[in-house]
Nanobody
Framework: QVQLVESGGGLVQPGGSLTLSCATSDFIMSYYAVGWFRQAPGKEREVISCITSNDNIWNVDSVKGRFTISRDHAKNTVDLQMNSLQSEDTGVYYC????????????????WGKGTEVTVSS
């Protein structure tokens, strides 16, 4: 079964940093749009950052200037560097991929990971 695997979550204090990684051994991620989605407690899952198959990048306003999405072609991963973390960033982070995708909609995601939990708390 084709799958993505997220890693890098954990407990961090406000103002701290984490780097999440989305990996797969099933396909070459460069050909896919890959998004990072967050599901905060009691809320619906929302896209927060994505990189399209032609490497356009989109970020939700709340993470602009703090989160950076990037591809690591050598490792076949898409990483999310998260700085200046706030309590509002707490949630389960999922990555999702769409072959040849040029957008960031969860409706178009073909492959999902199972998520990694991020808790921002003092």
């Amino acid at each position: 079964q084709v799958q993505l695997v997220e890693s890098g979550g954990g407990l961090v204090q406000p103002g701290g940093s984490l780097t999440l990684s989305c990996a797969t051994s099933d396909f070459i991620m460069s050909y896919y749009a890959v998004g990072w989605f967050r599901q905060a407690p009691g809320k619906e899952r929302e896209v927060i950052s994505c990189i399209t198959s032609n490497d356009n990048i989109w970020n939700v306003d709340s993470v602009k200037g703090r989160f950076t999405i990037s591809r690591d072609h050598a490792k076949n991963t898409v990483d999310l560097q998260m700085n200046s973390l706030q309590s509002e960033d707490t949630g389960v982070y999922y990555c999702g991929a769409e072959f040849g995708g040029v957008g960031c909609s969860s409706d178009d995601v073909e492959v999902w990971g199972k998520g990694t939990e991020v808790t921002v708390s003092s």
